[in-house]
């Protein structure tokens, strides 16, 4: 199993921008797709953006499309989520997951276990 640690949240003035990192000490990192996911308070994590374990292939909820960019270096064993132009709905606690299939990453947002201490994003108005 991948182990995951999420970092780079904050406090942030609406318009702002943040770069999450999420860094893997597993050593078949690069052999997983990756993917972001968010729970606000009161409400279910939520799919945000995943990769494959190429990086050729991406894939965003439609509420982040055109501000958000996921990104991986594997050499570094970590993936990325540039926030650009946020708002105070996109104030959350971020987290990472590893899933072996592309396609199967949106799924682990209803994994209520397995999850990382997440990053928490704070976005003011």
């Known amino acids: 199993q991948v182990q995951l640690v999420e970092s780079g949240g904050g406090l942030v003035q609406t318009g702002g921008s943040l770069r999450l990192s999420c860094a893997s000490s597993?050593?078949?990192?690069?052999?997983?797709?990756m993917g972001w996911f968010r729970q606000a308070p009161g409400k279910e994590r939520e799919f945000v953006a995943s990769?494959?374990?190429?990086?050729?292939?991406?894939s965003y909820a439609d509420s982040v499309k055109g501000r958000f960019t996921i990104s991986r270096d594997n050499a570094k064993n970590t993936v990325y989520l540039q926030m650009n132009s946020l708002k105070p709905d996109d104030t959350a606690v971020y987290y990472c997951?590893?899933?072996?299939?592309?396609?199967?990453?949106?799924?682990?947002?209803?994994?209520?276990?397995?999850w990382g201490q997440g990053t928490q994003v704070t976005v003011s108005e």
């Open positions: 597993g050593r078949t990192f690069s052999s997983y797709a």
């Open positions: 990769i494959s374990w190429s990086g050729s292939s991406t």
């Open positions: 997951g590893a899933r072996s299939f592309f396609q199967g990453v949106r799924d682990l947002a209803r994994n209520r276990d397995g």
